[in-house]
């Protein structure tokens, strides 16, 4: 739920914004992250195997670490981008 500074009226027109920051730092968590684990697994796992399916499984299972490790910073990150978000009545 989005706290305005001022009582609101229902169906009133609002702007939500939000700084820079917390979007780039949610688009690094969803897509930056994963993407960074797969190219990583699949590249250690094909260089100690040397073996397409080694790769393949190496970026699976660096892709399942990374999206765990993401579910437990994404909370974080939903509390802190939901206290900056500022809710403004149109004119």
């Given at each position: 739920m989005l706290k305005?500074?001022?009582?609101?009226?229902?169906?009133?027109?609002v702007t939500v914004t939000l700084p820079e920051r917390y979007l780039l730092l949610g688009a690094a968590l969803v897509y930056g992250v994963p993407l960074a684990a797969v190219l990583f697994?699949?590249?250690v796992a094909a260089l100690l195997f040397d073996?397409?399916?080694?790769?393949?499984?190496?970026a699976g299972v660096a892709l399942l670490g990374a999206l765990l490790a993401a579910s437990l910073v994404r909370r974080?990150?939903?509390?802190?981008t939901l206290r900056r978000l500022a809710v403004q009545l149109l004119a």
């Open positions: 305005a500074a001022t009582t609101l009226p229902v169906g009133a027109r697994g699949a590249s073996s397409d399916l080694a790769a393949a499984a190496g974080r990150l939903e509390q802190a």
